[in-house]
């Protein structure tokens, strides 16, 4: 039996819950450690199904920790989708509701600004998106201590980037980009400074250099997004790996390679936990920012990336929204558990909220699954999830218990209704047999959007 076959048996049959002792006031708070994929699909992982891209130390995060099966983006594309997990506000609510040259404000409160009130040591490494240079919606203005990587989310497409930013001032790499554009953007005809390499240094660095404060590292890693200006050879990665003799198209070639680097540089990060004697008070999140992308010369299919869900990035189908979520957290989280809870991006601020046992702010559509990490049956949860989204052909989607309402267009559009207890890859619109379901779960999206003079359907 291989490793993916045995860890996947492994997970089949250790039961969610958990007897391990639960964290109380007196108790110090956990290090936290969330690292987020860039366009990773729900089936890209060993784990959630993948047979042919290896990713063993992720694999073994879900070993030593806990699998969500239904857990959800905060957004189909990236700019909103980390607006909502960084303020606790869902794409009715959340300032940065799609992509965009768009900033946060000084009147939205992140889970950054929240954890360093309360005594953590705060950085982000990585992409940001969420503000840009000089403006009020820097990482280094929204609560990090320290900040490393993309500002610019168009400028995070080129992994041979002319300069990096840190806090905030540029700094120079080696590589030279032809035609680069006002943020950054471009394909470089001088390839020397791999920027995830670079990101994954800084990371390291930062843990190694920890004190004794706790700290919240957000590691927003680029992998496996494409270099969109670099049209079909945007799968940019220095070399292909195991992958290299694969009878692949070059792109599918560049996407495993892509992935598997991002897999061995956690197995290191992981690692250094270990060293350092941080593992057993250091949670480790491992999530994705939305579904698979078909660009930089993807396909999606070739790998079956969104494993059983239909619909990719900028879908508000399953397989747009629905994300791969690994939490490892040893003495508290049962190794080799899953759990089925309905979550999304918008719990993360109060569930780190409540590690770092504070309140958090009163303006947040979240709901913190602590208690299912800790395997307690008090878990509360939503009545519904939602989204909504602006870009080529809007639409908003809904999801209650087994149900999923989608709305295309936004607003005023037919609605969609699905079963996904039955109809997992939505293929079945059952609204005609159910209409007092979906005219309920239109009264959720009603009830969710706030209207806002930025983001209107036009």
């Known amino acids: 039996m291989n490793v993916r076959n045995l860890i996947l048996l492994l997970l089949c049959f250790v039961p969610a819950c958990s007897d391990a ?80 040259k768009i900033n946060l404000r000084p009147a939205d409160v992140t889970v950054a600004e929240i954890l360093k009130q309360s005594g953590y040591r705060t950085a982000h490494i990585g992409k940001w998106g969420l503000g840009h240079e000089g403006s009020d919606g820097m990482p280094t203005r929204k609560g990090f201590d320290t900040f490393f990587g993309y500002l610019d989310q168009s400028h995070a497409h080129n992994y041979y980037p002319s300069f990096l930013v840190r806090d905030e001032e540029r700094v120079p790499l080696a590589n030279t980009v032809t035609d680069e554009g006002p943020y950054g953007q471009g394909v470089a005809e001088k390839k020397l400074e791999y920027s995830h390499d670079l990101v994954i240094d800084e990371a390291m660095s930062f843990i190694e250099n920890t ?23 945007g799968m940019e990665v220095p070399d292909l790996g195991p992958y290299a003799e694969k009878d692949w198209p070059p792109p599918q070639k560049g996407l495993a390679a892509m992935i598997s680097r991002m897999d061995t540089d956690i197995g290191r990060l992981m690692d250094l936990l270990d060293r350092k004697g941080l593992t057993d008070n250091t949670v480790v999140f491992f999530t994705s920012d939305n579904g698979p992308h078909a660009e930089g010369g993807n396909n999606p299919d070739f790998f079956d990336s969104n494993g059983p869900l239909r619909g990719i990035k900028r879908d508000l189908y399953e397989g747009g929204i629905r994300v791969p979520m690994i939490v490892r957290w040893p003495g508290k989280v049962r190794p080799g558990s899953q759990t089925s809870h309905l979550a999304y991006f918008t719990d993360f601020l109060a569930t780190a909220s409540e590690l770092a046992n504070v309140e958090p702010p009163a303006k947040t559509d979240g709901i913190s699954f602590l208690p299912t990490l800790l395997g307690k049956d008090d878990q509360a949860s939503h009545p519904f999830l939602y989204w909504e989204f602006y870009e ?29 207890d039955t109809d997992l ?32 359907v036009k």
């Not at 905060?74 to 794409?91: E, I, K, N, W």
């Not at 004190?211 to 496996?224: D, K, N, S, V």
């Not at 809007?394 to 037919?414: T, Y």
Request: aromatic share 10%; hydrophobic share 35%.
């Open 21 to 100: 002792p639960i964290s109380n006031s007196e108790s110090p708070p956990p290090n936290i450690l969330f690292i987020i994929a860039d366009d990773l699909g729900y089936g890209d992982l060993g784990v959630y199904g993948q047979k042919q891209i290896m990713t063993p130390n992720i694999d073994r995060l879900a070993v030593e920790g806990l699998r969500f099966t239904d857990f959800y983006a905060g957004s189909t594309v990236c700019a909103p989708s980390r607006s909502v997990l960084m303020t606790g506000q869902h794409t009715g609510h959340t300032y940065i509701r799609g992509n965009g």
């Open 211 to 233: 004190g004794t404060e706790p700290f919240f590292l957000y590691l927003a890693l680029t992998i496996p997004h494409a270099n969109n200006e670099a049209a079909d050879e």
């Open 392 to 420: 080529r052909g809007s639409a908003q989607a809904v999801r209650s218990g087994k149900w999923k309402a989608i709305r295309k267009p936004l607003f005023s559009g037919e609605v969609e209704l699905y079963d996904l």
């Open 425 to 456: 890859g939505e293929n079945q619109d059952v609204s005609t047999q159910n209409p007092e379901v979906a005219r309920q779960l239109v009264e959720f999206m009603s009830q969710a959007h706030t209207p806002s003079e930025l983001w209107q």
